[in-house]
């Protein structure tokens, strides 16, 4: 097999599968490992995949990608419609307490959905927030009361963060909080790429009495840069997909309850 055509079989691997093994390959192609490693270092040079320990990831699980949220906005759209309402059956009939809302694209559609919950079920919600982009949605929606937590709005997410962002919402005890995440995986747990926004979710986890984490599938078995829970921290995990593997056996260890979208 000539070099351009292991070229072509790898990036397509990389594309369906997220990351190779250099041994794996070495193995699929009967070539050595030095062979293998020379054709991740070309592929590398040109963009298409990042070599790590052991084998490659396709770009897009560098630690430190991190889309806007209106590149995001529109990603797995019918997944996070689903988990959102999903989630919110959270809220019981006759609620009147506190609600915490994480920023990000999935907790958005949490936010959308959130009147028509408290509606159908005779609730009202004091609602907390540190998304700028969350807040139009709630200002005057029926049934929400709503604070916005104030701090630097970073562009990539229009989420507060800084350290007074983190001190208000250490002052905070939230009964319920949904929250959002770039990655869980079974060994690293959540995690994010941004520090300042790592210590923003963390401490919102840290003050919620319960953490509803609203994730899609894509998420799963991913490495982020910054960690800012673990899997034990966390009460329910919504998603449209059956978490598997390792993460699955993780979750069930710590007693998380998953509910599927």
């Known amino acids: 097999m000539y070099a351009t055509e292991r070229h072509a079989l790898i990036e397509q691997l990389v594309t369906s599968d997220g990351r190779v093994s250099v041994i ?19 592929l590398e040079d040109a963009g298409l995949l990042r070599r790590v320990h052991g084998g490659a990831v396709s770009t897009d699980r560098i630690s430190t990608i991190e889309p ?15 988990i959102a309402r999903r989630a919110l059956e959270a809220i019981p009939a006759g609620f009147t307490g506190s609600i915490f809302l994480d920023s990000g694209t999935t907790t958005a559609a949490v936010a959308d959905a959130l009147s028509e919950r408290l509606a159908r079920v005779d609730a009202t919600a004091d609602v907390i927030t540190n998304s700028i982009a969350l807040a139009p949605a709630l200002a005057d929606a029926p049934r929400v009361s709503l ?45 994010t790429p941004d520090m300042e926004e790592a ?46 593997g390792e993460l699955a056996a993780v979750l069930a260890f710590a007693d998380v309850e998953v509910w599927r979208a």
């Open 147 to 191: 604070t916005v937590i104030g701090g630097r709005v970073r562009s990539a997410t229009a989420a507060a963060v800084g350290a007074t962002t983190v001190a208000t919402i250490a002052q905070l005890r939230p009964d319920i909080a949904f929250v959002g995440t770039n990655a869980i995986s079974a060994d690293f747990g959540l995690s």
């Open 68 to 82: 806007t949220v209106r590149e995001r906005r529109t990603q797995h759209e019918a997944a996070k419609i689903a």
């Open 199 to 244: 210590a923003v979710k963390a401490a919102i986890v840290r003050a919620a009495r319960r953490v509803i984490l609203v994730v899609d599938g894509s998420k799963f078995q991913r490495e982020s840069l910054r960690r800012f829970a673990g899997v034990e921290d966390i009460d329910v995990l919504v998603s449209e997909a059956d978490p598997t």
């Open 24 to 42: 794996d390959l070495a193995e699929r192609f009967q070539v050595t490992t030095e062979t293998v490693r020379r054709d991740l270092a070309v």
